[in-house]
């Protein structure tokens, strides 16, 4: 696998009423490309703010982040905007509501300059049906959407560009259980079947444990553990970790004797 992002030893201040807030505390981490590296965390423990920053909605404090070798600007290039695409939590608020679906996976195509201008109103199509809509759902607004499928045309739009990586900040936060499962099913089809790149970010350890190759969890602005998926859920190393995920709902037996053996482990340290 080859190195996409590299971040490293990322700070960010900001002055909130003459008080600094630490929102970012040297923090360094590697996506290679292909992979789904989870970011968890609590609320304010920083991860909006990294994602920001990648996006370059908000540049560091202090230290640089590295896109397949270069250093990324400050400012964005239109090339570095195509590259890194952004899933929001609410998709309400990221799709223009007097603008069909359509049209608005058509304006992604024209900004970025992706295909021939005659091939774009057939590939809106194809985008939908890529992540699971009929292609005549282009002629409808998003507010005659469900939750759900707006969140794929959200989706849709991110891949109308050809990315090289997606972050996805709390993709699906706001949809109800059943709902979340399926978009999440679509991340995970989409990065198996395209090798999508993605940061997908959380604060429910539950949600990721599926689709996410490794785990990067953020505590008040540090990143304070990083490992595979599977060795998080199964022998996490930092205290605050195992707090995480003592949290998550029990769905096996396994895990339920886990999350007892961490919750004795923890009485024991107190
Ligand atoms: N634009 C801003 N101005 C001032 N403070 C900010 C700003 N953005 C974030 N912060 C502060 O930085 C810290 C980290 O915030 P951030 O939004 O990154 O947290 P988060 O992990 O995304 O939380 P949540 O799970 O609630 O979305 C918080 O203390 C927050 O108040
Ligand atoms: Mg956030």
Request: net charge positive; aromatic share 4%.
């Amino acid at each position: 696998m080859s190195r996409l992002l590299c971040v490293n030893n990322v700070s960010k201040q900001f002055e909130v009423n003459g008080r600094t807030v630490q929102a970012l505390d040297s923090v360094s981490f590697d996506v290679e490309k292909g992979e789904c590296l989870a970011i968890v965390g609590e609320s304010g423990s920083g991860k909006s703010t990294i994602a920001n920053i990648i996006l370059g909605i908000y540049g560091a404090s202090s230290g640089n982040l590295m896109f397949n070798g270069t250093e990324l600007p400050a400012k964005r290039s239109k090339e570095y905007r195509r590259a890194i695409q952004l899933v929001q939590q609410n998709p309400l608020s990221s799709l223009n509501p007097r603008r069909s679906i359509g049209a608005s996976l058509r304006l992604a195509l024209d900004v970025h300059g992706i295909g021939a201008k005659s091939d774009r109103a057939k590939r809106t199509g194809e985008l939908l049906e890529e992540v699971g809509l009929p292609a005549d759902y282009r002629t409808r607004s998003p507010s005659s959407l469900s939750g759900g499928q707006r969140q794929r045309v959200a989706i849709a739009r991110a891949l109308a560009a050809r990315q090289e990586l997606v972050v996805l900040d709390e993709p699906t936060s706001a949809l109800d259980v059943l709902v979340q499962a399926r978009v999440l099913k679509l991340l995970k089809e989409l990065k198996d079947s395209r090798g999508l790149t993605y940061v997908f970010i959380t604060h429910d350890l539950s949600v990721v444990r599926n689709i996410a190759d490794r785990v990067a969890v953020f505590e008040r602005g540090k990143l304070v553990e990083l490992g595979q998926t599977n060795a998080i859920f199964t022998n996490p190393q930092n205290l605050y970790t195992r707090r995480l995920i003592g949290a998550v709902p029990v769905v096996s037996r396994e895990e339920a004797a886990l999350r007892d053996r961490l919750m004795e482990q923890e009485s024991g340290n107190a």
